[in-house]
């Protein structure tokens, strides 16, 4: 468990720095596109505001998107004492606790760092799982808490958000004719309009897998987590199974905040999109989470 932890932290990070790469040398190329090199400063700022916004804003965009209302002890006593064990048993403060009215089984965690974490669950979720297999889930969650997921991943969806952004922004202006003519020092260079085209339009399919990449990789950190919060990785295992076999995603289910959730949440789409959502999918096969978490309970 604690060499696939460190695995994964590991390469999460090489993935983040390639992020940060990636948006600078686009931005950078863009203004060289327009003829305007000094505008990579304003860009700059720009992203780093939006990701500002999206680290403070994450949480609350993913409550009401999903619909989502906190619940006291009293509305489910079982679901909220097993967050309050879980909490104390990992050193976490106690988040607070959602419920969403949604009849596919799933669950995620947000907010910026442990103080202000929230978790929540559908209401589909509850009946279906045993109660070592909720521990299963409710720990997954915990997990990406504890190692701060919930924050890394709200920077990394503000960077895919900016790299499309600058690329709308680039195709509207070389369409229009740049920023300015050639007397005020904006002249367009051809050569460069060519790359940046190019570049408006992989940069955005590069920066959708990196961050898939970088998302299936914080699932596994967090399954090896939560299967060492518990000590019983069969839990989760057992729920992601079931989880897997509802055949429907959620009724309101969002791209934007797919990756925050244990599960997919787009599941039973057909034909094309069902291809695409497959191949942009933010989780790993379920079957190899599974496997991985079977592999660990072997190895106790």
Same mark, same amino acid.
């Given at each position: 468990?604690?060499?696939?932890?460190?695995?994964?932290?590991?390469?999460?990070?090489?993935?983040?720095?390639?992020?940060?790469?990636?948006?600078?040398?686009?931005?950078?190329?863009?203004?060289?596109?327009?003829?305007?090199?000094?505008?990579?400063?304003?860009?700059?700022?720009?992203?780093?505001?939006?990701?500002?916004?999206?680290?403070?804003?994450? /949480?609350? @965009?993913?409550? *009401?998107?999903?619909?989502? &209302?906190?619940?006291?002890? +009293? !509305? =489910?006593?079982?679901?909220?004492?097993?967050?309050?064990?879980?909490?104390?048993?990992?050193?976490?403060?106690?988040?607070?606790?959602?419920?969403?009215?949604?009849?596919?089984?799933?669950?995620?965690?947000?907010?910026?760092?442990?103080?202000?974490?929230?978790?929540?669950?559908?209401?589909?979720?509850?009946?279906?799982?045993?109660?070592?297999?909720?521990?299963?889930?409710?720990?997954?969650?915990?997990?990406?808490?504890?190692?701060?997921?919930?924050?890394?991943?709200?920077?990394?969806?503000?960077?895919?958000?900016?790299?499309?952004?600058?690329?709308?922004l680039f195709l509207r202006l070389s369409f229009w004719g740049g920023m300015g003519d050639d007397d005020e020092g904006?002249?367009?260079?051809?050569?460069?309009?060519?790359?940046?085209?190019?570049?408006?339009?992989?940069?955005?399919?590069? /920066?959708? @897998?990196?961050? *898939?990449?970088?998302?299936? &990789?914080?699932?596994?950190? +967090? !399954? =090896?987590?939560?299967?060492?919060?518990?000590?019983?990785?069969?839990?989760?295992?057992?729920?992601?199974?079931?989880?897997?076999?509802?055949?429907?995603?959620?009724?309101?289910?969002?791209?934007?905040?797919?990756?925050?959730?244990?599960?997919?949440?787009?599941?039973?789409?057909?034909?094309?999109?069902?291809?695409?959502?497959?191949?942009?999918?933010?989780?790993?096969?379920?079957?190899?989470?599974?496997?991985?978490?079977?592999?660990?309970?072997?190895?106790?």
């Amino acid at each position: 468990m604690y060499s696939q932890i460190a695995s994964n932290k590991r390469r999460s990070v090489i993935y983040a720095l390639g992020f940060v790469v990636l948006v600078g040398a686009f931005g950078y190329v863009i203004t060289l596109a327009l003829g305007r090199p000094g505008f990579f400063y304003p860009i700059l700022i720009f992203a780093i505001a939006y990701a500002l916004f999206s680290y403070f804003g994450s /949480a609350k @965009l993913a409550i *009401m998107t999903s619909g989502a &209302r906190e619940i006291a002890k +009293a !509305d =489910a006593p079982e679901l909220y004492r097993i967050v309050e064990n879980l909490s104390i048993t990992a050193g976490l403060p106690m988040p607070k606790v959602y419920i969403i009215d949604d009849p596919s089984p799933n669950a995620f965690a947000t907010g910026r760092d442990p103080q202000h974490a929230v978790v929540a669950v559908t209401t589909g979720i509850l009946p279906l799982l045993e109660k070592t297999e909720l521990e299963g889930v409710l720990a997954h969650e915990l997990s990406h808490v504890g190692n701060y997921d919930i924050r890394f991943m709200a920077v990394i969806i503000a960077l895919v958000s900016i790299i499309s952004l600058l690329a709308d922004l680039f195709l509207r202006l070389s369409f229009w004719g740049g920023m300015g003519d050639d007397d005020e020092g904006g002249g367009m260079n051809p050569v460069m309009i060519g790359i940046g085209i190019a570049g408006a339009i992989l940069a955005p399919i590069a /920066a959708a @897998l990196l961050q *898939m990449a970088i998302s299936r &990789r914080r699932e596994f950190l +967090a !399954d =090896a987590s939560g299967a060492l919060l518990t000590r019983y990785p069969e839990g989760l295992a057992g729920a992601l199974e079931k989880i897997e076999a509802y055949p429907q995603g959620m009724q309101r289910a969002s791209s934007a905040t797919a990756p925050l959730y244990i599960s997919n949440t787009l599941k039973g789409r057909k034909g094309f999109a069902q291809g695409i959502s497959k191949l942009f999918s933010t989780h790993p096969p379920t079957s190899e989470r599974i496997k991985r978490l079977r592999e660990m309970e072997s190895q106790q």
